[in-house]
């Protein structure tokens, strides 16, 4: 018997890696109910979810009639030398094999439609949730998590309801219907036969548990290779300015050979310890066959019977090694959801009060009003007790040394962050009670670190108005110096800006960056 292909996936992952963390037991029960939180969200596609279900269930059915076919054909056919009934039951044995493609077909497309929909949905709430994020949690969160989470996160839950989910479930029909079946047959040899349950699955969970340190380690081994690869995609440039690119290499060469080595002895335990189950399995139809034989012999039992028996048999492994390699998968899966969950569920800190107006006609007079302010999760105050006033259309600078609170002042006023006691007002109103979304809309914002979207130069220089006319984007450009240069590239303000930038030369890049106001 082969391994199915989908076992070997779980063992040899090529996707970024998910740490399969020793949980503790609150852990674990958290991570369980992020699971039937997946689970509820089948609810959305319950129709597609039963066409699954009922294909898993008429798939078992074929399954377990192609043993009654045999015994049909032998001892009503073969035995009786009947061959009209021997030229039926193959009649019907093609039937149910054309069956169990079908509802085999039905059974995962549906399962996978099932999944992208719970993703797609998934993927769209986490994105948006992201979205309204404050900055605080922006700070504290690390890029490279959040985008594991959206990425293979999702994945991985996506895989356990398309893949998963419904094997493990007809895994357990297909064990229970042959089991009950075998037993309605004969029951003596019905008990031999099905301790090829408990035994083969016994050897699967101590393999399981002997080895889960070893897949765990390669997924650590996967995750370390890609932060490698990422830092140097992100960083390809310093690692040239500093005449790094072997030492590099290097680096990365040392964690993929770790990783070629681990994943060897994972598939050296995998090969240790699959002839073991097929052998056991093996023994009991020796067993079988050699009891079976014997009551065939003394006319307790016909040859029909000892053939669909034997079938049987072979089916019963199939389920017992899948529930065995999905047990793994689900509880990454579990993992991931939780992790997926902790971001949709995260608290936005700063959102609108609940008689939020919006903010419409600006005077320009701000005052900040003994202002503390603590960045979370910092010892220090950032600012102190800061009392200012400015008049309407007043250029102000804010000077002083780097860390001294220049850049935490301007986080104030369109809300990025709130103050932690005394108040910041425009035109004497807070602006904590302004909506977020009119209040930000009427502040311009220059960044310290200038961020391009993959574009045009003119949607770029639009973002905040998608709107906006061709001239009002030149009349922009025109007073941000740019303009000129704009228009020296081929394509003007069509020109397409590349990820992060870099569809513009390196110098040229440096050029579009305004200086930062404080
Ligand atoms: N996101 C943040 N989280 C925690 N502390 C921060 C954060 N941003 C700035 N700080 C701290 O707040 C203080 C003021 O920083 P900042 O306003 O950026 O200074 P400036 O712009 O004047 O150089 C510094 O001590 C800095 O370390
Ligand atoms: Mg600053």
Known sequence: MKLPGVLLKIFLPTEVGITLVQQSGQQETSSFRSLQRVLKSLGTYRWLALAALVSALSLTVTYAATPQLFRWAIDQGIAQKNLQVVLYSVGWLVVAAVARGVFNFGQSFAAEAVSQGVVYDLRNKIFSKIQTLSFNYHDQAQTSQLLTRVTSDVEQI???????????????ITLVSIAVILLMMNWELALITLTVVPLSGGLLAQFLRVNSKLFQQVQEQLADLNTVLQENLLGVRVVKAFVRESVEAQRYTNLNQSLVTINMQTIRAIRNTFPVIFLLSNLVTVVVIGYGGAAVIGNRFSVGELVAFNSYLLLLLQPVLLIGFAAPAIAQAAASAERVYEVVDAVIEIRDRPAAVAFETCGGRITFEQVCFRYPGSQTEALQGVSFETKPKQLIAVLGMTGSGKSTIMNLIPRFYDVTSGAVRIDGRDV?????ASLRSHIGTVFQESTLFSGTMRSNIAYANPDATLEQVIEVAKTAQIHEFITSLPDGY??????????LSGGKNNGLRSPAPC
């Open 494 to 503: 069509q020109t397409i800006v590349g990820e992060r930038g870099v569809g």
């Open 158 to 172: 996506r895989t356990f309801l398309g893949t998963n989910l419904i094997q493990v479930i007809s895994a357990g």
């Open 432 to 436: 904590r009670d302004f909506t977020l």
